[in-house]
């Protein structure tokens, strides 16, 4: 029902845009959520959006970096991430958030490398 | 920003008996609180939301409880499909935040 895009290998300091495809419920009445989780280490909260995407969330270690996005009529969740850096460096995972913003759906993930 | 912290870090459990995990907030989060299960190279899968609600098709043996700062999830008669690490996450307020996680493994 979620599935992501767009991880690769990128150098210091580029880009990358990663997509969620999302099916089988209806996305415009969602929040959506990226969650992120480096080699070996625990979940870490990225960033969230309301259902309208009206309203964005971020943490601060990706705040002025990264920008979540959505397109409802494409089902569609993003995440522009500028300015990587190499702790950037894990698997993303999207997440349909749920009241309160528990994520009770989950991607596959995709993998974001950042190396020279 | 809320910290959650999970302990132990990892509980040796024989298969059969039961499992009880611990998150402290540090500070009241109410009932806003979930667990996830994920098992090696696999996403996550939400257990339990509302502290204590079980999410759609998770086993009966899994148990939340508590409310504010401390929390339990309790897997009575673990199965081998539960060895695996266990995270909290509250939703109380912004940032998001998740504990370090619990590994459960098979003693």
């Known amino acids: 029902q979620l599935l992501e895009s767009g991880g690769s290998l990128v150098q210091p300091g580029g880009s990358v845009r990663l997509s969620c495809a999302a099916s089988?419920?209806?996305?415009?009445?969602?929040?959506m959520t990226w969650v992120r989780q480096a080699p070996g280490k625990g979940l870490e909260w990225v960033s969230g959006?309301?259902?309208?995407?009206?309203?964005?969330y971020y943490a601060d270690s990706v705040k002025g970096r990264f920008t979540i996005s959505r397109d409802n009529s494409k089902n569609t969740l993003y995440l522009q991430m500028n300015s990587l850096r190499a702790d950037d460096t894990a698997v993303y995972y999207c997440?349909?958030?749920?009241?309160?913003?528990?994520?009770?759906?989950w991607g596959k993930g995709t993998t974001v490398i950042v190396s020279s | 920003e809320i910290v959650m912290t999970q302990s132990p870090a990892t509980l040796s459990v024989s298969p059969g008996e039961r499992a009880t995990l611990s998150c402290r907030a540090s500070?009241?989060?109410?009932?806003?609180l979930a667990w996830y299960q994920q098992n090696p190279g696999q996403a996550p899968r939400l257990l339990i939301y509302?502290?204590?609600t079980t999410a759609t098709g998770i086993p009966a043996r899994f148990r939340g409880s508590g409310s504010g700062t401390e929390f339990t999830l309790t897997i009575s008669s673990l199965q081998s499909e539960d060895f695996a690490v266990y995270y909290c996450?509250?939703?109380?307020?912004?940032?998001?935040?998740f504990g370090g996680g619990t590994k459960v493994e098979i003693k």
């Open positions: 997440g349909k958030g749920n009241v309160g913003y528990y994520m009770d759906v």
């Open positions: 996450q509250q939703y109380n307020s912004w940032p998001l935040t």
């Open positions: 089988g419920f209806t996305f415009s009445s969602y929040a």
């Open positions: 959006i309301t259902g309208s995407g009206g309203v964005t």
């Open positions: 500070q009241s989060v109410s009932s806003n």
């Open positions: 509302r502290a204590s």
